[in-house]
């Protein structure tokens, strides 16, 4: 019997020929230690939607994002012009900004000589993989703490939520009972308890009823 997924994550990555071996390489990783990789437009799905609204709606169904940063655009040093690096598309800039803003927890695999940019390294430790047995042996105790940390944090969410879906039920099941009067006492409806008069006119039956006691 085949174990159930730990959890569903949305990989950010580049869906160009000559990224592929990387993303295969991260993908398996996942699969490896029991998560599945889903949502990527292009890749993991397909819509008539509009590719950005579909990205979104995917994200927010992932328990977690992997960032797969490969290398896209050469660009130049502004203080050095002599000096060129190789940048992240703007696509995976987007989703992860939008996995950030939705605190997502946020996992990074970055193909050795891809500039990140300033946004990633803030927010995230990351791994950094040249294809080779010898590189992922090396990186695979950062990997097993990364993907943890974020599973930790998923399952804190799910109890988080869990909680609150229990305490939505009680409140519903409260109202449809008739709900809670919160009076500061121990006070019941007039209807429930007769009042007792003790007029004039009754105060020797009070007296009386108070004596046999």
């Not at 569903?8 to 991260?26: G, M, Q, Y």
């Not at 709606?57 to 992932?62: E, G, S």
């Not at 891809?114 to 990633?120: E, L």
Request: glycine share 6%; net charge negative; proline share 2%.
């Amino acid at each position: 019997m085949e174990q159930p997924y730990l959890a569903n994550v949305f990989i950010s990555c580049s869906l160009r020929k000559e990224d592929k071996e990387f993303i295969d390489l991260v993908s398996n990783i996942l699969i490896h230690y029991n998560f599945n990789p889903f949502g990527t437009v292009g890749l993991y799905d397909a819509s008539t939607d509009n590719p950005t609204v579909l990205m979104e709606k995917n994200i927010d169904k992932c328990d977690f994002v992997v960032i797969a940063a490969t290398k896209r655009y050469q660009t130049k040093d502004t203080h050095n012009s002599d000096k060129e690096s190789n940048s992240l598309s703007e696509m995976i800039h987007t989703e992860t900004g939008m996995a950030y803003a939705k605190s997502k927890p946020i996992v990074v695999f970055v193909e050795e000589g891809t500039n990140v940019g300033s946004f990633i390294p803030n927010i995230t430790q990351y791994i950094t993989l040249d294809k080779t047995q010898e590189n992922l042996n090396s990186q695979i105790n950062l990997i097993k703490f990364l993907l943890n940390d974020a599973l930790q944090k998923v399952e804190s969410a799910r109890r988080n939520q869990a909680w609150k879906d229990l305490g939505n039920l009680l409140l519903k099941g409260l109202a449809a009972y008739g709900g809670l009067k919160l009076l500061g006492g121990n006070s019941t409806d007039d209807e429930d308890i007769e009042d007792i008069d003790c007029s004039e006119d009754e105060e020797n039956n009070c007296d009386s009823d108070y004596n046999n006691d």
